[in-house]
């Protein structure tokens, strides 16, 4: 079974920090390339972060410079660090696997971010 489960979410501050994780299980995990997506109230899901198997990251424009992504291979967990975190970044934050070679794609239940004063 393929689980990917997300962590670390809250209600945060503007300014402040969150890291999340997604703790990944059922796959070979050093295969995957892992991203974060972010869907807010009434928006389409986009595309947050990404990092390849050989570590290798990507970033929205609307993130850089304040987040950022890492996986740990031995724990098989992906991480988003989240900081100077803006009212904008309030979504639900989902995890997501994929291996194109094997044409396999998963993703975690998300987890809530809510930045807020």
């Known amino acids: 079974q393929v689980q990917l489960v997300e962590s670390g979410g809250g209600l945060v501050q503007p300014g402040g920090s969150l890291r999340l994780s997604c703790a990944a299980s059922g796959i070979i995990f050093s295969w995957y390339t892992m991203r974060w997506y972010r869907q807010a109230p009434g928006k389409e899901r986009e595309l947050v972060a990404d990092?390849?198997?050989?570590?290798?990251?990507k970033y929205a424009d609307s993130v850089k410079g304040r987040f950022t992504i890492s996986r740990d291979n031995v724990k098989t967990t992906v991480y988003l660090q989240m900081n100077s975190l803006k009212p904008e970044d309030t979504a639900d934050y989902y995890c997501n696997a994929r291996n194109d070679a094997w044409g396999n794609d998963y993703w975690g239940q998300g987890t809530q971010v809510t930045v807020s004063s």
């Open positions: 990092i390849t198997s050989g570590g290798s990251t």
